[in-house]
């Protein structure tokens, strides 16, 4: 009898625990929802206390201060309650159907291609835009969305692998998005920060467009709770239970992709949102889609509308704007590095050795003449650089510019322009491509990328740190800001990834996570530093304009000192990409060797991105180009590596200028516009 009322106090004690958790959740997130609600709206110029605010909202009078709470600044919280809700929902459908703890919105590159439809219908049709950007939104979303899909390997790929695909299919969009931003400016005025998330509402028009879709969709994933339950079991089992897998994936992915649509259009691109949300309820224990579906909207509001109220405090001594994207990135970052972490503890997987495409030689000229020509083909791109741009000098006036004998024009653009900025971009071209090939080396993963890992963003953010919030410190102590940054990013990557074996998946989106908290970093630098769009634009993409002798100088020291190191290192890199045990026996120190070579590209990547800015992807494709070329050999491909690297980025620097004379198309741009479908490729093709 005594066990029996044991049991049953225990029993009891369970249900009251379950019962108490979310009517928890739901109580104290309707509350800190309302505090934060009466905190973004007393934000702004107009000095408005507590008690008016909810007068305002519960009995609202024919005055100043109540029109400015009711239709100034009402309309953004809402549209913040809206969004962060809707993409929480989202969110919790495609973490579900894809049984992937990753995926959301933004991991899953819906938020991206939504953006770019957005802004390509901007562009080429605007009355369409004009009539249904919900709709344009979705058709960019379903296609990524069914891009990334494809690229993972469809339903049967790992969740690290899943989303894996869908942060480069972001990147890769990203790309042509900035792309057509630069390439159409005026068209595209007024995107840039929508284009970041920004929760900025000039009236009720979009909130009116917006709730209601919200709202039917909202309820529609509520409708399919007790599905959804049943689909977590597993596929077999919920056939067996009579339900029709297919048609509930569909439904569930129709509404995922109409909410992201919806939000994009209303309020651009927010990240994070979507994956933080749903696993901050699962963490108290709510599992039942009936509670969790609006549990997960409930705090998907608190977090965005708190990330706004953080992002004005933080902006308050100015009345610029910081982007809500780029807060909410700030903190979905580590939330994505330690879920990744996570499922790669819970499908732990042996790495293999190195292997790529660079052990199918097709190589039909000698190493010398690989060399030979390479250094040709730059020689050949930098006279042609120096013939084009905003003014077009003939080849005569080229050669005789260099003995002495052109024009006085010519020999001004040439010399002071036109030449330092080229060898500039082929030093820093080289410098980023033998980054490359150490980091791959290193970690023994050939998708590694200074820009991919975060090396590159957090450079940005050391440098630009120095030059905008401590201007006063000499310029010289440019590189060594850079080297800071790029080590703390460099440090977070290789121990979370360490202590999962460096799986190569883990290391990339841990690597992404730190690169979206790096370009947060350098979006709010930049936001408060009141820099124009162009400005940003170049900045964040990188460019060599304007790029003079004293970069040069800047610049080259590095690599003369740095390049001859990673040759000394290049042998036992060779030897460690037969695996650590096989290393340890032919008498390498595997871990010295692996951070002496990460410190060399570390160090390559900060110097090039101090110059220069945040250029990506040519560690990623001159590294991959030369082994195709001689297969796997440090040593040989280090130079290879570098004058492919820089004849990339030579190239890169004379098509920006000459497309659209007298504009110009930041180098880093072009590269990623190249690089992007590379990487796409490179993933597809690991995966065969």
Request: charged share 10%; proline share 5%.
């Amino acid at each position: 009898m005594k066990m029996k009322l044991n049991e049953s106090g225990a029993n009891t004690a369970f249900f009251l625990y379950k019962g108490v958790i979310p009517l928890a959740m739901f109580v104290g997130g309707g509350l800190l929802l309302g505090v934060l609600t009466i905190m973004h709206i007393m934000q702004g110029a107009a000095d408005l206390t507590p008690r008016l605010v909810i007068e305002a909202l519960l009995s609202p009078q024919d005055t100043a201060e109540h029109h400015v709470v009711r239709t100034v600044r009402l309309p953004r919280v809402v549209a913040g309650i809206l969004a962060g809700g809707a993409l929480a929902v989202a969110g919790v459908l495609l973490q579900t159907i894809t049984r992937n703890p990753l995926a959301s919105a933004g991991t899953l590159g819906i938020n991206a291609g939504a953006q770019l439809a957005v802004v390509m219908a901007g562009v080429f049709v605007p009355s369409l835009l004009a009539v249904s950007p919900m709709l344009v939104a979705f058709v960019g979303g379903t296609v990524a969305a069914l891009l990334a899909y494809a690229l993972a390997g469809g339903i049967q790929a790992s969740p690290l692998r899943m989303a894996l695909a869908g942060m480069i299919v972001s990147m890769a969009v990203a790309a042509f998005t900035a792309g057509l931003q630069l390439f159409f400016e005026e068209e595209t005025t007024g995107l840039f920060l929508w284009g970041s998330g920004s929760l900025i509402q000039n009236d009720w028009s979009g909130i009116s467009y917006a709730w209601p879709w919200v709202v039917i969709c909202a309820v529609a994933a509520i409708a399919l709770s007790r599905s959804l339950d049943v689909l977590l079991l597993n596929e077999e089992t919920a056939q067996s239970l009579g339900q029709n897998v297919s048609k509930v994936r569909f439904v569930s992915l129709v509404i995922a992709l109409v909410l992201a649509a919806v939000i994009v259009s209303l309020v651009g691109p927010i990240g994070f949102v979507g994956l933080v949300a749903p696993h901050l309820v699962r963490l108290v224990g709510i599992r039942s889609h009936k509670l969790l579906i609006p549990a997960a909207f409930l705090w998907g509001s608190v977090l965005l509308v708190g990330a706004d109220v953080v992002g004005r405090l933080a902006n308050n001594s100015s009345y610029s704007e910081l982007p809500v994207g780029a807060v909410t990135a700030l903190i979905g970052g580590p939330c994505l590095a330690w879920l990744a972490y996570r499922a790669a503890r819970k499908h732990r997987a042996v790495p293999e050795p190195f292997q790529s495409s660079s052990h199918k030689k097709a190589r039909r000229l000698s190493y010398g003449g690989l060399l030979i020509m390479a250094t040709i083909g730059l020689l050949a791109s930098t006279i042609v650089g120096m013939m084009f741009g905003g003014l077009k000098i003939p080849l005569h006036e080229v050669l005789a510019v260099f003995i002495g004998q052109g024009p006085e024009q010519a020999s001004s653009i040439i010399l002071n322009s036109r030449l330092p900025r080229m060898l500039v971009a082929a030093c820093a071209g080289a410098a980023l491509a033998v980054s490359g090939l150490l980091m791959q080396g290193v970690v023994r993963n050939p998708l590694a990328d200074p820009s991919i890992i975060g090396v590159t963003s957090g450079a940005g953010v050391g440098a630009l740190a120095l030059l905008l919030v401590w201007p006063d410190l000499p310029i010289a102590l440019l590189p060594v800001a850079a080297f800071a940054g790029a080590i703390v990013a460099a440090l977070i990557v290789y121990v979370i990834a360490r202590r999962t074996g460096f799986q190569p998946a883990v290391i990339v989106l841990v690597g992404i996570a730190v690169s979206a908290c790096g370009s947060a970093l350098i979006q709010i630098m930049v936001v408060e530093a009141k820099m124009n769009v162009g400005a940003a634009l170049a900045w964040l993409s990188g460019s060599t304009y304007a790029r003079g002798w004293d970069d040069l100088v800047q610049l080259l020291f590095w690599p003369a000192v740095l390049l001859p190191a990673a040759w000394i290192v290049g042998r036992k890199l060779d030897i460690l990409a037969v695996g650590n045990e096989c290393a340890t026996g032919l008498g390498v120190h595997v871990v010295n060797t692996r951070l002496r070579g990460a410190a060399i590209g570390v160090a390559l990547a900060a110097a090039a991105v101090a110059t220069v800015g945040t250029i990506g992807f040519v560690g990623l494709i001159a590294p991959h180009a030369a082994r195709m070329l001689i297969g796997h050999h440090h040593r040989k491909l280090i130079p290879l590596s570098a004058l492919i690297g820089a004849l990339l980025l030579v190239l890169a620097d004379a098509i920006g200028r000459t497309l659209m004379p007298p504009s110009e198309i930041p180098s880093g741009l072009v590269v990623a516009i190249i690089g992007a479908p590379y990487f796409l490729w490179l993933m597809r093709s690991t995966q065969k």
